[in-house]
């Protein structure tokens, strides 16, 4: 008799290193700048309207792909935003977090033994996605400081079949903001090769003054060649909520609902009840919102410069690459766990975004409170420590 063996397909990545991380961080108390997370309440809006909804309901599956005054109010809100006229009923899909929304893009339109195209650095989700769908990465660098790319080495990889790219902009984990003429040179290169994109846009909002944000869809002849994934986690500061979507053409989100009906059924009938008194918030909220992380920024960034800690400044998104190279570790992972343990703060290994053998890099995220930040910024005064 043979033991039962798990899939080869899990045998090429570990389990999320962000969320071990987090993990660590409970056991030894550290304050936890690794998963990215606030540690403050979302809009009372938001919370008010939850209270209610837990009396009145709805408390049973909404349709599948969502509820209708869900899709409407998201519809309304992408046209304000991006001028993009969305139909919320035949290019829409509410998932469980941008999580699931990248997910089932990638399973609706990627097929076993394609190749998919993704930036490095990237969120750890895009390889494993693309493993999972048992097609074949292929990693594209962006190189700093600016995080640009080289579109010659962009084509290669289209030209050896990369049927699709992963672009995360806002970027996590570097915080890249893509220009318009970068986001120009890639629709150019899609165009050529016939392939498409699956954007992951969650950072749309947390932006730092002069970067703007351009949805890949709105360029000319991109909006039949891009599935936009995207979260109201980061927007709402409602990470437990798992609420994100998938927008595209319809005939591409018909398949994604196929996907996503299998592999959830749908997302939680209250919360998405609630939601939408996040998505009609006016404009100063979106305002107040870029106003509260640059402030964060700026007080976070400044601390690590006292401190002598090279970093990367975000332009989007609220991570910090920092490099460690000047304290003699071989294994950035190792750093974090001691980072964690002696000095009490927690960090990402960047080696856990980089495709290259990059161990020289450590991420932070600073969705805190200013009080949580100048502790975290108090401990890490402590950092020489680690000198090796």
Known sequence: MHAMRAAARTATFTDSIIRRMTRIC????????????????????????????????????AVT???????????????????????????????????????????????????????????????????LCDAEPIYVPLKPPTFTFDPQELEAAFAAGAKALILCNPSNPCGKVFTREELETIAAIVQRYDAFVITDEVYE????????????????HMRERTLTCN?????????????????????????????????????????????????TLPDSYYQELKAIYTK??????????????????PQGAYYVLVDIGQFGYADDYEFCLDLAR???????????????????????????????LEAALERLKHIGQLQR
């Open 65 to 131: 792909w969502g509820a209708q005054n869900t899709r409407e109010a998201l519809a309304a809100k992408i046209e304000h935003f991006s001028g993009l006229k969305v139909d919320p009923n035949s290019e829409l899909v509410i998932t469980c977090g941008s999580t699931e929304a990248m997910m089932a893009s990638v399973l609706a339109t990627v097929n076993p033994g394609e190749k998919v195209a993704i930036f490095s650095p990237f969120y750890e989700n895009y390889g494993a996605d693309t493993i």
């Open 26 to 61: 409970l056991e030894c108390d550290a304050i936890n700048l690794s998963q990215g997370f606030p540690d403050f309440d979302p809009p009372a809006a938001l919370t008010e309207r939850l209270a209610q909804v837990a009396l009145t309901g709805p408390h049973q599956y």
């Open 231 to 279: 979260s109201f986690s980061k927007t709402y500061s409602i990470t437990g909520w798992r609420l994100g979507y998938v927008q595209g053409p319809a005939h591409i989100i018909d398949a994604v609902r196929k996907v996503h009906d299998f592999l959830t059924v749908g997302a939680a009938a209250p919360l998405q009840e609630a939601l939408i008194a996040g998505l």
């Open 296 to 313: 964060k920024r700026e007080l976070f960034c400044s601390g690590l410069r006292a401190l002598g800690l090279p970093f990367y400044e």
């Open 342 to 372: 002696k000095v009490g703060v927690g960090a990402v290994p960047g080696s856990s975004f980089f495709r290259e053998p990059v161990n020289n890099y450590i991420r932070f995220h600073f969705a805190k409170k200013e009080s949580t």
């Open 205 to 220: 909002h947390i932006l730092y003054a002069p970067h703007q944000h351009i949805a890949l869809a709105t360029l000319p």
